[in-house]
């Protein structure tokens, strides 16, 4: 059996199709954080009012912004 046979990529081509569609979902909630002089880090939009980034990277308390990596109306 090759690995071009139908049996064999029709599941794999839905398990492609299936990941591409969570990753294109998750991306809507993945945001940008400007908490330290240099870089931002990245951060997840759980919920309004709340985004989750690790905290080694937040430097400071005050000024912190947070800015969107797509243009979805959403955050």
């Not at 398990?15 to 569609?21: K, P, R, T, V």
């Amino acid at each position: 059996m090759s690995s071009s046979s139908p049996e064999i990529s029709s599941p794999l081509l839905a398990l492609s199709n299936n990941l591409a569609d969570a990753v294109e979902q998750a991306g809507h909630c993945v945001v940008a954080v400007k908490a330290r002089a240099r870089m931002a880090s990245s951060g997840i939009h759980w919920r309004e009012g709340l985004v989750v980034t690790a905290d080694e990277t937040i430097k400071r308390s005050e000024d912190i912004r947070v800015f969107q990596l797509k243009n979805d109306p959403k955050l």
